[in-house]
């Protein structure tokens, strides 16, 4: 049974008198001028800014000024837009919600096919894995070498350098030479370049402890624009015989998400 301590403070006279929240009213006026710039892609002035957010044109002047200053808005030819400060946050949220729509589909393929998914695109030069699924049933392979710097020893990085054009390929190399990590792992970038030039449209990429000892790989190529990106998986060597089955079911499975992964991609 509650005490009446309880019963008092859940009534409706102790509601009544609860302290209402603390409201800061610049922030409230300065997010309301932020809106209304949204609303026009082209800017517009301060005149019609303060009227849209329904403030007196000196108070809208000045938090104009302060956003301004602050680089969340810019003055071009006489109307505000967004500026430098306001794009970074929209890019992050645009990037936030990327990832929880990729992740959603990995940790549904993770489960369907029974492997660890990997999610990975080449972006400013490099490979970055944006996004791993795995569970403690199926473990995904510890990244031991850093990812960016031995792309030409795992499927992942193979399957984007796959993807670019022969400069972009040579840059690519020129930057992170190739090495042996393991005993399996191409050797000289000659031999890489033969091979990458080999791999067919679409089709998935293979290693075998090229990059970690005990652990077979395969990579599909995504298309998504211009953007090179992946989608993985892998498997325990003595599971070997269920790589390819495997990442034929994966690429049949990406078929029917393309247009998902192709906007997450994209954002």
Same mark, same amino acid.
């Given at each position: 049974?509650?005490?009446?301590?309880?019963?008092?403070?859940?009534?409706?006279?102790?509601?009544?008198?609860?302290? +209402?929240?603390?409201?800061?009213?610049?922030?409230?006026?300065?997010?309301? *001028?932020?809106? +209304?710039?949204?609303?026009?892609?082209?800017?517009?002035?301060?005149?019609?800014?303060?009227?849209? $957010?329904? *403030?007196? %044109?000196?108070? $809208?002047?000045? *938090?104009?000024?302060?956003?301004?200053?602050?680089?969340?808005?810019?003055?071009?030819?006489?109307?505000?837009?967004?500026?430098? +400060?306001?794009?970074?946050?929209?890019?992050?949220?645009?990037?936030?919600?990327?990832?929880?729509?990729?992740?959603?589909?990995?940790?549904?393929?993770?489960?369907?096919?029974? /492997?660890?998914?990997?999610?990975?695109?080449?972006?400013? =030069?490099? /490979?970055?894995?944006?996004? !791993?699924?795995?569970?403690? =049933? /199926?473990?995904?392979?510890?990244?031991?070498?850093?990812?960016?710097?031995?792309?030409?020893?795992?499927?992942?990085?193979?399957?984007?350098?796959?993807?670019?054009?022969?400069?972009?390929?040579?840059?690519?190399?020129?930057?992170?030479?190739?090495?042996?990590?393991?005993?399996?792992?191409?050797?000289?970038?000659?031999?890489?370049?033969?091979? %990458? $030039?080999?791999? =067919?449209?679409?089709?998935?990429?293979?290693?075998?402890?090229?990059?970690?000892?005990?652990? !077979?790989?395969?990579?599909?190529?995504?298309?998504?624009?211009?953007?090179?990106?992946?989608? $993985?998986?892998?498997?325990?060597?003595?599971?070997?015989?269920? %790589? %390819?089955?495997?990442?034929?079911?994966?690429?049949?499975?990406?078929?029917?998400?393309?247009?998902?992964?192709?906007?997450?991609?994209? *954002?």
């Amino acid at each position: 049974m509650a005490s009446a301590d309880s019963v008092t403070a859940s009534s409706p006279a102790a509601s009544a008198t609860a302290p +209402a929240p603390t409201l800061i009213g610049s922030v409230q006026r300065a997010m309301r *001028l932020l809106e +209304a710039v949204a609303a026009h892609a082209g800017g517009a002035p301060a005149k019609q800014l303060a009227r849209e $957010a329904g *403030l007196p %044109l000196p108070t $809208a002047y000045h *938090l104009l000024r302060t956003l301004t200053h602050e680089g969340y808005l810019r003055r071009e030819k006489g109307v505000f837009v967004f500026g430098d +400060a306001a794009e970074r946050l929209a890019s992050s949220g645009a990037k936030e919600k990327r990832r929880s729509m990729i992740g959603e589909v990995m940790e549904h393929w993770r489960d369907v096919i029974g /492997v660890p998914t990997y999610f990975a695109v080449y972006r400013d =030069g490099e /490979v970055e894995v944006e996004a !791993v699924a795995d569970s403690p =049933g /199926v473990r995904a392979v510890e990244e031991w070498a850093d990812f960016r710097q031995t792309a030409h020893a795992h499927a992942i990085g193979q399957c984007l350098l796959s993807q670019l054009d022969d400069d972009a390929r040579r840059d690519h190399l020129a930057r992170h030479r190739v090495h042996p990590i393991t005993p399996y792992t191409v050797r000289d970038e000659r031999t890489l370049l033969r091979r %990458l $030039a080999a791999v =067919g449209r679409m089709q998935p990429v293979v290693e075998r402890q090229e990059y970690a000892l005990g652990q !077979v790989c395969a990579a599909i190529p995504i298309t998504a624009g211009s953007t090179a990106a992946t989608m $993985a998986i892998s498997l325990p060597a003595h599971q070997a015989a269920r %790589l %390819l089955p495997a990442a034929r079911q994966l690429q049949a499975e990406i078929g029917r998400k393309l247009g998902t992964l192709a906007f997450s991609i994209s *954002l």
